[in-house]
C-alpha cells in the first residue's frame, strides 16, 4: 500500500461497542496485513478526557476481546506493539461550538505526517448524532478533502434521510461520503456477481426464463438484550429490511455492468433499486417473539417488530413476475445468512420416475454469506441402486478454500475500499432514496404485528409469502 499517502483516520465514538466490535478489530487486521499506508494514524474521538496511552489500553482489551490479539505470547502481539504506537485520543467531545481537543491533537499529527496528509472520519455513533458532527467538521474546517464514513441507519424515513442527506452533501461532495453497510463487504455478496457474470452455467439462466423465485434469508437465534434501548426504537423492518436485504436483492437483480470498475458496479446495482416495487403492507408480515416486551429497557405495550417477511417483486424485464422472498428475526430456530435462487423445474421424461415427487425444488443454487462464505449447488441425480429413481444432491465450495485467497472481514475490507476510494460496495444518495421510496408504504401503512415463539421461523402468517414453493430454510411446518 505504499502508493497510498500518509492517513490520519478520525474515528469518533471510538470507545463504544461498534468501534470495540467492529471498527476497531478491522483496522488493526489491515495493520497486520499490510493494508494500511505506510505512515498512519488513528485518532480517537470521545466526551471523555482519556490519555493516548490509557487509549491504547482501551483498544488492545477490545482487540482481545473481539478481534485477532490474545494474551502475552499471542503472534499478535508484535504487530500490536507497532500498532499502538500509532493510537492517539482526542477528548472533551466534538460539535460546532467546541472541537474539544481534537483540532490540537491533529495539528501534532499533521507535523509527525505531513500537512498534506488525508483525513479519513468515521462516524461510528449513533444516527442522533450524524447531523452535530457534519456541521462540526464545516465548522472547524476538518471537512474539505476528506472521507467521511457514515453508519447505518442513514435515516428512519424517507423525510429524515433527505433532511440529512440535504445537510451532508451540502458540506460534502458525493464522492467523499462512504455510506456504510458491512453486508456488502461480505466476501459471499461480492462473489454474487462474480459468480453469476464469470460462469456461462449461471449467467444464462440468471433471468425470470429460468428462475421461479428468489429467497434472501437471515434469521437470527440472538436476541436483543445488549441493545434493547436502540432496537425499540427500530425493529427488524428498519433495521435489516431497507437497509441489508434491499442491498442484497439489488446486487442479485442487477443488470450485468458495462465493467468491474467501482463506477459501473455501483450505477448497475443502484439502477435496480430504483426498478423496486415499493412494498405492499399485504404482502408484508410483521412478528414479535414472546417474551419481548419482558427484556429490560423495552415498553410493555412495545408493538416493535422482531421479525419481518417480504415479497418484493422488481420491475425489470429480467425479473418481472418472480417474487423476491426477504426474511430476518431475532430468537429464531437457526442463525444464517443465505441468498438462493430456486430454479424451475424442467418438464419432459422425468415426470413420473420413482422419486420425482421428493426432490423439492430440483436445482438450487444458494450462497452461505457467514463467515468466508459459501456456494452450495442443488442437483437431482439419480439414486445410486439397480434402478431409476431421483435423488437430491448439493455440492459445496468454501470460499476460504479458493487456492491463494485471503478473505477480509466485512469491515476491514470496506475500509480498505475506503482507503484507495473504491465506492462500488457504498450506496450513493440516489440509491437510499430508492430504497426508501420502496420502503416507505411499509411505514405509512404498517400491518399487524404477529406474536411468534422463540425458537420457532416466526410467525405461521409468514409462509404464505414463500407459496407455492415454501422458505428453504425451516421447510414446511409440522
Sequence with gaps: MTDLPPTVFVLFGATGDLSRR???????????????????????????????????????????????????????????????????????????SSPGSLLDVLTETREELGADAQLVHYLAVPPSAFETLTRGLQQHGLAEGSRVVYEKPYGTSP???????????????????????????????????VLRLANGLFEHTWSREYVTQVQIDVPETLDVAQRATFYDA????????????????????????????????????????????????????????????????VADD??????????????TDRWRGVPFLLRTGKRMAASEQRVSLLLRRPEGPVTGVPGHDDVGHGNVLSLSLSGSGQVDLRVVVKEPGPDLA???ATATLEIADVPGGTPLPPYASLLHDVLV?????????????????????????????????????????????????????????G
Design 22 to 96: 467492529m471498527v476497531l478489530p478491522a483496522f488493526f487486521q489491515l495493520a497486520r496485513d499490510g493494508l494500511l499506508p505506510d505512515d498512519w494514524r488513528l485518532v480517537g474521538n470521545g466526551r471523555g478526557d482519556v490519555s493516548h496511552e490509557d487509549f491504547a489500553g482501551r483498544v488492545h482489551d477490545a482487540l482481545v476481546e473481539f478481534g485477532p490479539v490474545g494474551e502475552a505470547g499471542d503472534d499478535a502481539q508484535g504487530p500490536w506493539e507497532e500498532f499502538s504506537r500509532r493510537l492517539r485520543f482526542a477528548g472533551g467531545g466534538f460539535d460546532e
Design 159 to 193: 423525510a429524515t434521510f433527505r433532511e440529512l442527506d440535504e445537510l451532508v452533501l451540502s458540506v460534502l461532495e458525493e464522492d467523499q461520503v462512504f455510506r456504510i453497510d458491512h453486508f456488502l463487504g461480505k466476501e459471499g455478496t461480492q462473489d454474487l456477481h
Design 234 to 297: 427500530t425493529g427488524a423492518a428498519l433495521d435489516m429490511l431497507v437497509t441489508h436485504l434491499f442491498q442484497l436483492a439489488a446486487e442479485v437483480a442487477m443488470e450485468p455492468p458495462a465493467s468491474f470498475s467501482p463506477a459501473d458496479l455501483q450505477q448497475a446495482r443502484e439502477a435496480v433499486l430504483a426498478a423496486f416495487r415499493p412494498l405492499d403492507p399485504d404482502e408484508v408480515v410483521l412478528g414479535q417473539f414472546d417474551g419481548y416486551t419482558d427484556i429490560e429497557g
Design 302 to 315: 412495545s408493538r416493535t417488530d422482531t421479525f419481518v417477511a417480504a415479497r418484493l417483486w422488481v420491475d
Design 390 to 392: 431421483l435423488a437430491r
Design 421 to 477: 476510494g473504491d465506492r462500488s460496495l457504498f450506496t450513493s444518495s440516489a440509491g437510499l432514496a430508492s430504497a426508501w421510496t420502496a420502503f416507505a408504504p411499509l411505514q405509512e401503512h404498517p400491518p399487524r404485528v404477529h406474536r411468534y415463539a422463540p425458537g420457532s421461523w416466526g410467525p405461521a402468517e409468514a409462509d404464505a409469502l414463500a407459496e407455492p414453493c415454501g422458505w428453504l430454510l425451516g421447510g414446511p411446518r
